[in-house]
């Protein structure tokens, strides 16, 4: 689109007469700018262009924002140019718009303006592009406004609203001119009036116009404030808001008062002052303690060396004599006031938005434990087996996923293969090991929990073998990129939606699947009582097979799933191994919805932690681990315990 | 009386023999007091595999004995070693700091002096205050004491509270593991005071030592292993003999049972796993100043995984099973990774060790539990014919495996 | 040949067979201490790839002093520990005469009490925290003034970024950087409220929470820029979650300290294009020699593989010490090292790093902007920067200076005039 509208200007710009170069002749007066471009320098040469009133200036600054143009190393002209084929470069005079011949890269310098100064460009194009008829160029320019307000596109863009056309369009540039004009326009009611109109909208960009409204400066003052001060709050020294000494470094940092003998300034004023191995009549070999010290300054005192140091007394006094004050910077308090009006409604708008995100967030968290561990409910919880290599089989889901991709380029496709392909890689996987160990090994269930721990180190090498130690890329196709975006505060990636649903999915398979079909019943029946079940004619051998086979075959298919969302490496698996085990223990073996509420909880206690101390996920961690370890001390049996003949022992 | 109890164990006079033997080959081939044979960081290795099957007699003595498979005791070795690495650093930074401050014009304050050693132990992580876990720092014979006393309160609080709510098995088994990766997380915090990922490093330079060289210092340590294993063999081996001993086995054999016997089952558990906790605390404090560092890494769960690992290797439930199983799975695992084994060409496929061995490790763990559930210390039945006598019918093992086999019989 | 050195080397460390190799006597031999198995077996594998290129490269052209030289590569295995101990079985039983190694700091503390102890020479290869001079380590990766600091000004000079979030993995580069910057960043009037700290553990993948803080921090109208020190694996899943929260590099830019070729090859860098990294090597630096490199490494590894920082790092270390040993006479440790201060070497982006005789490089500082085939489009290049050991921006730092020509100091006070330490602090 945007080369097709360079050419049409092109084109018209063929038509013209030919000029004589006056924007070469702009360039090369600014050419040492324009060459070591720098958002704090850059700004005369883009104004140059801009203010030329030459019908190429648009072309010029897209051209330069877009990183395509070129300076001719050997007379230093600068040129747009065009990558041919053939790798070498097209140039394309900016005056005429003809071509004016071709050039080798080396001989050429391309100039590549950084995103601050393609920033300014921006800025420098909205007059342009506000107005311009392709409605791309618009959206662009408006973009440009939004990311960076600035005083001078204000008259521009209200002038623009008039005659736009596209209603998308116009809505958000009247939306913008609101926010505009609360940051820049000098009229006090239309900055009120704009104020009004944008109360409850949650974006975050109302909110970065408004609260630069109300900034405010800590201020102290030996008498009251000066009456035309627009003033926030009066502050009471001593309270939490401003402790005592907060409020004397504001007296000393406002030249009202002497500062306060600090240790280092005591040690300072030592070192400063030793003469003869004496300090103020203290033997330096003495000045190992405080007290000492304060002897030694006060011996300086007296002798006039140093100024007296300020008293606690004194100093509290002083703060008892002044006034402290947050006042705005903005001068007008009708502004302020409505402006503090409108962000009240909106906080708490957001705040309550902000935990419904949370909610979210924690839900996929949840559905992403829920996903690991269903795999886990089912070898662990209803067959009872320690399966340690459940993480792996996670891992061999994820890498099929890989492999799949590499065969079958097209994403969805891929995806839609890569899922039962990862089923049944890991179902066989899981049918061998139950077959080769685990089927030896159920009446030691503490021996399957290492045994299998060593299938899990072996096939984390053997990954490591075959597909190196670097994480391998698995992307999810286009349509699962993006975010569901409900308003600025509340959105969630499709990818955590799509998960979610898969975990629904498996909850549903898994009910289905246990009440309703001879293999569920059949396994409910062996695990109970493996003896009586065989006396009914059914093969423990075989549902044990199938069933653990199946929850592997399940965690493959988790694999898949958490590859997308994160990364695939051999130790994928094993990031996965503890938490799942916990979330099965936690929610109560032998019971989906105990698992599917451990998960949650797991899940929400996360996310709860990382609210309450959002600079550290760690803790938030550890504290989650040290809570399941408490709540298993108090419901050993998890949250949903079995009762009666089905809880086994 | 001790005489009996030397009698009935014949196995603890071979072992210290075997010990005494060995350390004084070590001593005699070493760089520091015998013919130089083997190099220092040898002599570190093999002091190191001590402290091992040191961690792995109390692990027989918590698993193989008791029954209980806790996964988390390297959390306790771990500990003692960060206690004892508190001191080692405190104590080097503080004679550094003071030789450098006596040079300032006018004397220190004692003030001044904690807050250099804070930025220079601290400045590492961004950080110069000394944390309130410090407070016994300057003191080797507080953090002594520690070196026992916290992986011991640690057991007896978690211990208590576990064993208080009848958690047992494999549900033991994960929160045991919890609780380790949950140490483990606490330590990776740079705010937890112990520097992080970083952990305590330099550990191997003993404060005010300078010098004298490595090679001697690692002999000392060598020696204090082996002497720390010799009476912890000790030690084990009188708390498995007699009446106490016969009550654990019988916990680990069926504790409903012994339960209703009347013995205050929760009692004997909790005295096992703080004991053992205690010991595995002394192996970390002797093993990490030969290491030379401790990180949170050290305690990750996997680590307390590979001491079951051993220990059922070398053979449960008896003490020298472990030795065994830490000695030789630990050495050869260095010798594999180390690179120093030979590549072995299989036609088109070059089979290189250090890429493989973890996979032979893990299939070897597997056939170990499927064949041979007695390890290797199950060889040495077979050579002096004190095999066991068969009591009961299958080969089923501890725990719930007493359970198992009545609902076989029936 | 390969065999035999192994078995023997093998039997030498066990201690079984006290003869020495005959082969020994006329080569050079130098430790590869990189792990290759592990965690950081991801890294630091691409690091013992190179130094066996330059090694053979270089016998190729004579060796040095007339030697062949050898490598002896042995795995740490991403332990920590293990680290030290290879150190002392490299220096005392293969007798190594130089090192090349380490990449997390903490594997370099561990090593640094054995190389200080047995007189080693080590050379560093990445990009580190800063706060250490010792004077067996040539730290050849950039301290924090030759990527952090150069970095968050591009940030506030061509970004305007005026609020920043500081996001990184838990552990001593991150940390130790972040405080660095925030005092910086106090010392250029940005407000306590404006900087955001936000630290997740390795390999940490649920990042739509703190995505979401980041977005969050847009409210006061300021413009919000993102400095992370994420380590490894986590990038993957944060650059997802942002790709997937539609945040472009024009609304909340991202420059990364830890992200380099490399680690983009393990995602898809279509959304991330014009997120920014900043680093003293690209693999599209446009040079002869760097093409000559790039092309050497793909011949040897692959044609998927890519250059990084780390080995320019490498590059410019060994063929200083070549130089070093060459002009000393000698692979005597103490000779080489002096030898080496004041060593040029090319960059292979150009202009000529030198060895300071606080042990660090100066070096240009690149900022790249992320392409959507994996490269960096290289829009910032300064001229050399020299790396400072000790920060300015720390209070407790700001005294110490490091000068192992003049001052045979590794950590001298200039304010009482005296060193506080010979041996390093670990």
Redesign the interface.
Known sequence: MRQLLILFSAVILLALPAQAGPVQDILQDHSALITKS???TIQPAIDALANSNLPQAQIVLQTWQGKDMWLRIEDGLFFRGNTLPSKAIQLIDFDSGEAAGEADKKALKQL?P??????LIGTALVQFQLIDPDPARRAEALAAIE?APDASTLLPLRASIEGETDLGLKARKIRTERLQTISFDPDEAARIAALDAIKGDLG??V??????VLTTKRMVFAGDPPADMNIARRLKPGADELTDKQAYDLIVAANLGAPRLTPDALRTAMVNNAADGMVGGVPVAELNTQAARERAYAGLVTAGVVAAAVTDAEAAKAVRAHRFVDVYDEPSQAVTDAASATLDAIETKVALN?AL??GL?AL??GS?YFLAAIGLAITFGVMGVINMAHGEFIMMGAYTGYVVQQIIPNYTVSIIVAIPMAFVVTFAAGVAMERLVIRWLYSRPLETLLATFGISIALQQIA?NIFG?????L?SPGWL???W?LN??V??????IAIFVLALIFLGFFLFLMKKTRLGLETRAVTQNPRMAASMGINPDRVNMLTFGLGSGIAGIAGVAIGL???V?S?LGA?YIVQSFMTVVVGGVGNIWGTLLGAGMIGGLQ?GI??LN?????AA?TYMIIFIIVFIQFRPRGIIALKGRAAGD | MKNSFLMRNPSILIFLGLLALFTLAVTL?SEATGA???????V??LGKTLCLCLIAIAMDLVWGYTGILSLGHFAFFGLGGYMIGMWLMYERTRQ?VET?LA???IPPTAQEVVDAIG??IF????S?DFPAVWAFADSLTMQLVLVVAVPGVLALVFGWLAFRSRVTGVYLSILTQAMTLALA?YL???DSGLR????L??L??LPGADAIP?SVVSIWFFWASALALGLSYILAAFIVSGKFGSVIRGIRDDEARVRFLGYSVEGYKLFIFVITAMISGIAGALY?PQ?????P??IAPIASIYLAVWVAIGGRGRLYGAVIGAAVVSLVST?F???????LPLGGYTLKW??WW?VLLGLSFVLVTLFAPKGIGGLIDLLDGIRSPNRHGAALGPDSGSLQEREARE | M??LK??L???L???TL?LPAAAAEDTIKIGVLHS??G?M??SE?TLKDTMLMLIDEQNAKGGVLGKQLEAV???P?S???LF???A??LL??QDVDVMFGCWT??SR??V???IE?LNGLLFYPVQYEG?ESSKNVFYTGAAPNQQAIPATD?FL????VEKFALLGT???YP??T???LESYLKGKGIAEDDI??????F????W???V??V??L?????KVGVISTING?AN??FY??L????IS???I?VVAFSVGE?EL????TA?LV?HLAAWNYFQSAESEMNDEFVAAWKAKMGDERVTNDPMEAHFIGFNMWVNAVEAAGTTEVDAVSAAMIGQEYPNLTGGTSVMLPNHHLAKPVLIG?IQDDGQF????QTTEVPGDAWTDFLP??AVLKSDWKDLGCGMY?TE?E????IKS??
Request: net charge negative; charged share 25%.
């Open positions: 720098s958002r704090k590549k950084n995103s601050g100064v393609r920033a990311r975050v960009d909110r970065a116009a408004l609260n630069p902000q995100d949370l967030d996929s968290l992403i490591k130690t670097q994480a391998r890329p992307t990129d993006g975010a975006v600025d505060v959105s969630i990636s499709y990818i955590r969302y994160a990364k490496t130790e990031d996310k990382e609210w959002p600079s550290n996920t760690l961690q | 081939m130089g044979l083997i190099s220092t960081s040898f570190k290795t550094i450098s040079n300032a014009e930025s220079q400045g590492v992580v961004g110069s997380l990776f915090q740079n992080g990922n970083n952990g490093s330099g191997q330079n490595q990490y290491a030379g560092i401790i990180n890494a050290e010798w990774t180390g690179g120093q084994v030979p590549d250090v890429d973890q | 390969n065999y192994s078995t080397a093998g039997a460390a066990l201690g006290s290759l198995s965690t077996a991801i594998t590569v042995v795995d295995a332990d920590w520990p030290a101990e290879k002392r079985e005392t039983v700091s903490v503390k561990s640094l009490p054995v102890e706060e591009y000079e061509e970004l305007g838990d552990y001593v940390r130790t972040n405080n660095i955001f700290v936000n630290y997740t553990p390999g940490h993948s649920d739509s929470k703190i979401a803080d977005v969050a847009g409210a006061d109208g300021k694996d993957i899943g997802k979650e790709a997937a929260a539609g590099a024009d609304d830019p490399e090859s393990g995602l898809d959304n014009g902007e489009d290289i829009i910032s407790e730092s006070n009482t005296s060193c506080v330490q602090n670990y």
